[in-house]
């Protein structure tokens, strides 16, 4: 059974930066794809990045230039650098080796 805990999440003030960690069991993060989501209330639950098993990288437009996926294989974690964040960026942001996902972990991008 394969489990992802997220974490990392939190309050911060626009301009600033986070970094959410994906700690995967159950599975070898560098043998499947791998996915951040983020998802507001009343609103569908949306890709923000993803890593493929061979390394490749692709993201959403609206974070594209400030996101950063990675992995850590040793840690079987992946991990998602957000710079730069807008109050846009507030959401609930769940990680995912389908058809697995985790609980999410909240971000709030305030002044």
């Known amino acids: 059974q394969v489990e992802l805990v997220e974490s990392g999440g939190g309050l911060v003030q626009p301009g600033g930066s986070l970094r959410l960690s994906c700690v995967v069991s159950?599975?070898?993060?560098?043998?499947?794809?791998v996915a951040w989501y983020r998802q507001v209330p009343g609103k569908e639950r949306e890709l923000v990045a993803i890593i493929a098993s061979e390394g490749t990288t692709h993201y959403t437009d609206s974070v594209r230039g400030r996101c950063t996926i990675s992995r850590d294989n040793a840690k079987n974690t992946v991990y998602l650098q957000i710079d730069t964040l807008k109050p846009e960026d507030t959401a609930r942001y769940y990680c995912?080796?389908?058809?697995?996902w985790g609980q999410g972990t909240q971000v709030t991008v305030s002044s």
């Open positions: 159950g599975a070898i993060i560098s043998s499947a794809p």
């Open positions: 995912n080796e389908s058809p697995s």
